[in-house]
T-cell receptor, first 115, second 113 residues
Framework: EAQVTQNPRYLITVTGKKLTVTCSQNMNHEYMSWYRQDPGLGLRQIYYSMNVEVTDKGDVPEGYKVSRKEKRNFPLILESPSPNQTSLYFC??????????????FGSGTRLTVV | GNSVTQMEGPVTLSEEAFLTINCTYTATGYPSLFWYVQYPGEGLQLLLKATKADDKGSNKGFEATYRKETTSFHLEKGSVQVSDSAVYFCALSDRGGANNLFFGTGTRLTVIP
């Protein structure tokens, strides 16, 4: 089954303790992206990657890191989490056509709470 | 810049009622437009899309027409069901940009029997 898999689904952590949220897709998509969803703000892009070793900032990259060493994986790293990063996070992947992304597939989400 | 504005929720309808969720956009260039649906506890799923002016996207009884003159992409369904209860997001993808999806804030729909 074609899917984007995120882990964990739920995570509670303390301020300053490094964490990684994993994302993996089995569709051979070039494009992958991370979003956070907050009430009243919709979804906002954190980082995206057009292909292996190619990443760039989205709208709200502060406090996050990503890496794209393999095509299927795109982990989101919070080096020193803070309470304002409490949110619902989604990973997405997409096919591309002439550099444009189409057909986004989203993971099921990771609910992160930083206390 | 790019932005999407959709009607505030929540929206509560009786089963078989007509649904409209308004969505307007601001974009540079010629965006593609999308509606995504999020069922409780799940990720977003693509509901329908339109890639150029006057295109109509449709799926599962839902429809939306890309109106360049009014910069709108309103979602409609003639007869809603309880199973349509979800949060609906309007989004645009900027063809000339970095493939970012710009989302509206979402509209929660509850359909009561």
């Amino acid at each position: 089954e074609a899917q984007v898999t995120q882990n964990p689904r739920y995570l509670i952590t303390v301020t300053g303790k490094k964490l990684t949220v994993t994302c993996s897709q089995n569709m051979n998509h070039e494009y992958m992206s991370w979003y956070r969803q907050d009430p009243g703000l919709g979804l906002r892009q954190i980082y995206y990657s057009m292909n292996v070793e190619v990443t760039d900032k989205g709208d709200v990259p502060e406090g996050y890191k990503v890496s794209r060493k393999e095509k299927r994986n795109f982990p989101l790293i919070l080096e020193s989490p803070s309470p304002n990063q409490t949110s619902l996070y989604f990973c997405a992947s997409s096919t591309t056509d002439r550099g444009l992304a189409y057909g986004y597939t989203f993971g099921s989400g990771t609910r992160l709470t930083v206390v | 810049g790019n932005s999407v504005t959709q009607m505030e929720g929540p929206v509560t309808l009786s089963e078989e009622a007509f649904l409209t969720i308004n969505c307007t956009y601001t974009a540079t260039g010629y965006p593609s437009l999308f509606w995504y649906v999020q069922y409780p506890g799940e990720g977003l799923q693509l509901l329908l899309k339109a890639t150029k002016a006057d295109d109509k996207g449709s799926n599962k009884g839902f429809e939306a027409t890309y109106r360049k003159e009014t910069t709108s992409f309103h979602l409609e369904k003639g007869s809603v069901q309880v199973s349509d209860s979800a949060v609906y997001f309007c989004a645009l993808s900027d063809r000339g940009g970095a493939n970012n999806l710009f989302f509206g804030t979402g509209t929660r729909l509850t359909v009561i029997p």
